[in-house]
């Protein structure tokens, strides 16, 4: 059963529910929404911030106002993570799933456990380019079960936090979607069911008004 059957109302309150949205973050990626965009970006900034204070985190901010398209995508990902070169591509040498794959080390550093990937407006693309929007969704996610299931490097764990309004929320409900489901190109079964032996990626998602009291 998908993690999205259920919409998580979690009983959270100040200052404890950073740590425990971070707790959903341990097995799943993340979809939350909220009718109010200050309330997103509130929440969005807030948990940038706490999970950017773990000594063995990374964060990479997406802002998706700015996403468009695929290259617009990978400026973003190229200001987070460190390239000598990044092609305009998701597949493929020097394409975004290769970046994603890499981890950075600093001399002096202790190797980063987690990467956290914070996607604010994530609606925006999924309104422009929905089939896109999905690709991308997917490759997060591949990088993500490929590096726990199947890679014998150090352990990296990646996870993507969704944030946006009620368009992101409906397409969690849709079972074709990249929240429930690998993406198809009507080629055989889906690459990264392949490639990681994963059924779904895992996702659970969350209503951000649930985080604040009036």
């Not at 990467?115 to 422009?128: E, K, N």
Request: hydrophobic share 40%.
């Amino acid at each position: 059963m998908s993690a999205l059957s259920r919409k998580f109302d979690l009983p959270m309150s100040a200052p404890r529910w950073h740590a425990d949205v971070q707790q959903l973050l341990d097995e799943h990626h993340l979809v939350a929404s909220s009718d109010a965009p200050k309330r997103r970006t509130q929440f969005a900034a807030a948990m940038g911030s706490f999970l950017a204070s773990q000594r063995d985190a990374e964060v990479c901010m997406f802002y998706g106002r700015h996403i468009t398209d695929i290259d617009s995508f990978c400026e973003q990902l190229e200001r987070c993570l460190p390239v000598s070169m990044l092609e305009r591509r998701l597949h493929g040498p020097r394409g975004a799933v290769d970046l994603m794959r890499n981890r950075d080390t600093i001399r002096g550093r202790y190797p980063a456990k987690y990467r956290y990937y914070i996607w604010h407006d994530a609606d925006v693309l999924l309104a422009a380019k929905p089939v896109l929007f999905g690709q991308i969704v997917d490759a997060i996610s591949g990088v993500a079960a490929e590096a726990e299931y199947v890679s014998d490097d150090l352990l990296l764990i990646h996870r993507c936090l969704y944030v946006g309004g009620p368009a992101l929320d409906a397409y969690a409900d849709d079972p074709k979607g990249q929240f429930q489901a690998w993406f198809d190109d009507g080629h055989g079964e889906p690459f990264w069911r392949v490639v990681t032996g994963i059924e779904q990626p895992p996702f659970t998602r969350l209503h951000i008004d649930s985080l604040f009291t009036e």
